[in-house]
């Protein structure tokens, strides 16, 4: 009794893969009577079950059906697979061209199941394997995308660039391949030669055409920009792209990520609340958002928030990050664990490392903190991983290699005020380099004038090394742009200092008034509440100070300053 081929090929195409799955069975286990004919039908019904397991996510056993298909196929002669009138993938749910070499196609088709396989599994190395024994003019867009992406986890750069360039010559619209390029370093003048250009007899492009390949060229622009950490002129392009495609969440959500990159905050929560207006389902960078929402202290929007992520789709990496957020204050451990089952769902999920490692600062496990950081920086330059590194190595007592780690910083961000200040960082965790400190802090707000971080750097700086007015002065300048909880409680340590008392409790109740969660603020005016009774606030213990040979630091940090 035979079973029908195409009522499997139905139950497939309906996404019906526990009954297909169950008459898979049946099919493999039926026979035919011609041997050769049996090899090629075995073959072919066993890709038919494979892709069952696929289709529930068995990828281990959908692996070993299409192993065997593949066998299968090579014991077939040749010329008796080139007449056969089927081929190994139906023909409506194939990615291949079609072609007379029928037999090539389908083991083409099947060497790619069985990648896909071994990307699912994390089994790269054999993915990639697979991939190069389908010749390159037999590559489809998505085998093509699937090869560039296998090459860029695998850090072979070069071969995931000439294979995204390769997806955009076959379709400029894979987006996913321009930011990709742009992330790997390509100019956008080199992406956007890859379109192709279609102009029509006279030359000149239709304007329908003209306009979409507009839009187009400015969204790489965007993506290259904010690449090579040039935020300010991927956010403009942006903003010029959202005029034209209003209420895009896709835009919206871009446009969040780099405010909150630059420490525009505000701005970003109120385009990231903008994006879940427009789609209150989406889980993208909202794990991003909940941090964001942790940093202002808005812990009745956090809540709701992973309430609501919760309800779309608990199976998201993002949701189990924003679910550490929630829990940092409350039980440092448990947060811990949301943060590396977010690592487990997604391994290359930046956040989740930068997560971890934050957390096991906070758990004073510095070494673990340095691994989690490194694991984030590898899968791509973020500013956050080299702050982590950075304030890991200087718990560890390890300045050379903070100094190393922040000096990486400026060499993979060279136009980014954050990496200046890093190395400012390291240098003034030791007494004999305030000096440089205080160049690099300079350094930054010449770069970035705004840069709230930096000012404060420097105005610590100048506490410590007793310039208390021009601490003051430098805060006061901030305050006219800015209405920050860590500027007034900076200022009200100043003026605490300086035993201008009243002065200290204005700016304390400033800053609570900005964020009436502040621990900072709230341990400040306890401290200040001694003060004013006369009693002795215990003023905190100083760390020791870092004492470190750096024989060739001069120059090359000059080199930095200058770059």
């Known amino acids: 009794m035979d079973i029908p081929k195409d009522q499997i090929a139905t139950l497939l195409d309906g996404g019906l893969y526990d009954s297909a799955q169950m008459l898979g069975c049946f099919l493999v286990s039926s026979a035919a009577s011609n041997v050769e004919t049996n090899l090629y039908v075995k073959a072919e019904n066993m890709v038919l079950l494979g892709d069952a397991f696929f289709g529930e996510k068995e990828f281990k056993r959908a692996l070993n059906m299409y192993k065997q298909a593949l066998q299968h196929c090579k014991i077939i002669p040749k010329q008796n697979t080139a007449n056969s009138r089927t081929s190994l993938s139906t023909s409506n749910r194939s990615s291949s061209p079609n072609s007379l070499n029928i037999s090539a196609i389908s083991e083409n088709e099947v060497k790619f199941k069985i990648t896909l396989c071994h990307y699912a599994l994390n089994d790269y190395k054999n993915a990639i394997a697979e991939m190069e024994g389908i010749p390159s003019k037999a590559r489809t867009l998505k085998m093509s995308l699937t090869m560039a992406k296998l090459y860029r986890i695998s850090k072979h750069n070069r071969a995931a660039i000439a294979c995204y360039k390769e997806c955009l010559r076959h379709c400029p619209y894979a987006l996913e391949a321009v930011t990709a390029l742009a992330d790997l370093g390509v100019s956008a003048k080199d992406i956007i030669s890859l379109f192709p250009q279609t102009p029509t007899r006279g030359g000149r492009p239709p304007s329908d055409h003209f306009d979409t390949s507009r839009w187009l060229q400015r969204f790489v622009e965007a993506q290259c920009c904010i690449a090579s950490n040039d935020y300010r002129g991927g956010l403009d392009i942006f903003f010029e792209l959202l005029q034209r495609f209003s209420n895009n969440a896709h835009l919206l959500l871009e446009i969040a990520k780099v405010e909150a990159i630059i420490g525009k905050t505000d701005e970003a929560v109120l385009h990231f609340e903008k994006a879940r207006f427009v789609d209150p389902f989406v889980v993208t960078y909202m794990d991003e958002y909940a941090m964001l929402l942790m940093s202002k202290s808005d812990l009745s929007k956090l809540n709701r928030l992973v309430g609501d992520l919760l309800d779309i789709d608990p199976t998201r990496a993002e949701v189990f990050v924003a ?241």
């Open 323 to 563: 679910l550490s957020v929630l829990w940092e204050r409350k039980d440092g451990k448990q947060a811990l664990v949301y943060a590396e089952k977010s690592i487990r769902i997604d391994e290359r999920h930046i956040s989740g490392h930068i997560m971890k490692g934050n957390l096991c600062l906070l758990l004073n496990r510095p070494d673990a903190a340095v691994m989690a950081f490194r694991s984030a920086q590898e899968l791509k330059p973020d500013i956050r991983s080299y702050q982590g590194l950075v304030r890991s190595y200087l718990a560890l007592s390890k300045t050379k290699e903070a100094l190393f780690a922040a000096r990486e910083a400026i060499r993979a961000m060279p136009q980014s005020a954050k990496a200046l200040k890093l190395v400012g960082d390291v240098h003034a965790s030791n007494s004999l380099h305030r000096d440089k400190a205080r160049k690099f802090y300079e350094s930054a707000l010449r770069l970035e004038p705004g840069y709230l971080g930096a000012a404060l750097a420097l105005a610590e700086l100048h506490v410590v090394e007793g310039r208390n007015g021009d601490a003051v002065s430098l805060l006061e300048r901030y305050l006219k742009d800015w209405s920050d909880d860590s500027l007034h409680i900076k200022l009200a340590q100043v003026y605490s200092a300086t035993n201008m008392l009243s002065e200290s409790l204005s700016h304390y109740q400033a800053a609570l008034r900005i964020n009436p969660q502040s621990e900072a603020a709230k341990k400040g005016l306890t401290r200040l509440e001694k003060q004013m009774k006369g009693m002795d606030p215990d003023a905190p213990e100083e760390d020791e100070d870092n004492e470190v040979e750096d024989a060739d630091g001069d120059e090359e940090d000059t080199e930095l300053l200058h770059h």
